[in-house]
């Protein structure tokens, strides 16, 4: 190294071989009796070392003072990377400490039959008097936490079930309870007693007759009935923000002790009620809506002749939903939470899900459309058929014409709530040229 900063005389270079012995070259120079010039040669090399020295400090002044420094902010991380390191030891330590006395605690109290120890007795009652009344409260401040969409509160008590052993129990409790809460609105919404008993001049049906709207009243029947779905879509957003708020503090929260994420604990069984609710949703409005059309002739007449709106209704549902497909990252002040990148409501591409979110939700409806396009299509053949009656000879007239244009204008006008439906219906209308222009065309060859 030193060959390559220095500029050494051949005299010099001895000195910086592998196998200088300087005993050796010691000896050399007595043997030689030239013990003085030597000397003088050797006294040049250190003032000639030590200017070149002097002039790689000078030259690399500013380097070496930048390395100085650095040295000194080496030493200060080490020494706080030693101290974060006695205290994860020492974390480590009082975990290990933890999890022995819950588990001498558990054994004590589950594992044998402490009953009948009078000296005991009075703690065993104490204690789980003291656990009823925890769960109770973290109950309330749960539900609280749920209506409110308070993170704070709903982690707080999560953490309360969580060190009671009792954390996926209470979270499958709470989805099922929101699952059966919606299920109670889309039964009551598309109840056609309840409609019928809402208006005025309703009569009671007989036994096993359905409930339906007397002649006047069928106006203001169906009123009710979609001011009822209008409700029933806010009721769905409601559950389904109730439980992506759940969704998201267990996928912040962690355990301050054994830094566990909670939607951990719910997936170790490779499934979580959280992320299958969506599902849920869209298979209770499947079974509901269609138990209500079987029921109700008027309810299937509603549905399949109003199916824009009821489109409509979903779409602006689908909408709202959208906020759920993904969530803020910004930490709650207050509790441990750890930040995840994202948390959807809806299944992700991975799930085995052959539909997309926003088409399952549609699918529910699947029945109520096919009637509609059917429909829908006899309502743009029927103007057609009746212009060009079988051995008609002469051609449509003008206002026959206007009559079908508007006819098709209609049916796309009304189908424009949805992108799909329109493509649908504006297949029917190209069904509806070619049916006219065969016509057309018949009509040209019977006349020759």
Not at 132 to 153: F, I, K, P
Not at 164 to 172: D, I, T
């Amino acid at each position: 190294m030193l060959k390559k900063v220095f500029f050494l005389p051949e005299t010099f270079k001895q000195f910086l071989e592998d196998n200088f012995d300087d005993r050796t070259y010691a000896n050399n120079i007595i043997q030689s009796r030239a013990i003085s010039e030597s000397l003088a040669r050797l006294a040049d090399g250190i003032n000639l070392l030590d200017k070149e020295l002097h002039a790689q400090v000078v030259e690399h002044h500013e380097d070496l003072l930048q390395q100085a420094t650095g040295i000194e902010t080496l030493e200060g991380v080490l020494q706080m990377m030693q101290t974060r390191i006695n205290s994860l030891k020492a974390s480590v330590e009082r975990q290990d400490c933890s999890t022995l006395v819950t588990f001498i605690g558990n054994y004590l109290v589950q594992g044998a039959d402490l009953s009948g120890i009078q000296v005991i007795e009075n703690d065993l009652k104490v204690a789980a008097k003291a656990r009823v009344e925890v769960e109770n409260q973290a109950q309330r401040m749960l539900s609280q936490g749920m209506t409110t969409q308070n993170q704070t509160q709903v982690a707080t008590a999560l953490q309360v079930f969580y060190n009671l052993g009792s954390l996926v129990s209470k979270v499958n409790e709470v989805v099922d309870k929101v699952r059966e809460n919606l299920i109670n609105s889309v039964k009551e919404a598309l109840d056609p007693n309840t409609l019928s008993q809402m208006q005025p001049n309703a009569g009671t049906g007989g036994p096993g007759r359905a409930a339906m709207p007397t002649p006047g009243n069928t106006a203001a029947w169906r009123a009710t009935l979609w001011t009822r779905l209008e409700q029933l879509m806010d009721s769905i957003y409601s559950a389904c923000g109730q439980v992506h708020h759940l969704q998201k503090v267990l996928a912040k929260k962690r355990d301050p002790v054994t830094h566990v994420c909670f939607v951990e604990e719910l997936l170790k069984d490779g499934k979580s009620c959280t992320t299958s609710f969506w599902n849920s949703v869209t298979l209770i409005l499947t079974e509901e809506f269609a138990q209500a059309a079987q029921a109700s002739t008027f309810l299937k007449q509603a549905f399949e002749g109003e199916y824009p709106k009821l489109l409509r209704l979903y779409n602006d549902l689908w909408s709202r939903l959208q906020q759920f497909s993904s969530a803020s990252n910004a930490p709650t002040t207050g509790i441990a939470l750890q930040i995840e990148p994202s948390f959807s409501l809806f299944p992700s591409a991975g799930d085995q899900f052959s539909l997309s979110p926003e088409q399952a939700l549609k699918n529910s409806l699947a029945p109520f459309e096919n009637a509609y396009l059917s429909r829908s299509l006899s309502r743009l053949l029927d103007p057609i058929n009746l212009v060009f009656p079988s051995g008609a000879r002469n051609p449509p007239s003008r206002e026959e014409l206007a009559s079908i244009a508007k006819t098709i204008s209609s049916e796309l006008s009304v189908a424009s709530v949805d992108v799909g439906l329109t493509i649908t219906v504006a297949r029917n209308v190209a069904k509806t040229v070619q049916l006219y222009t065969a016509k057309c065309e018949e009509l040209v060859r019977d006349l020759i």
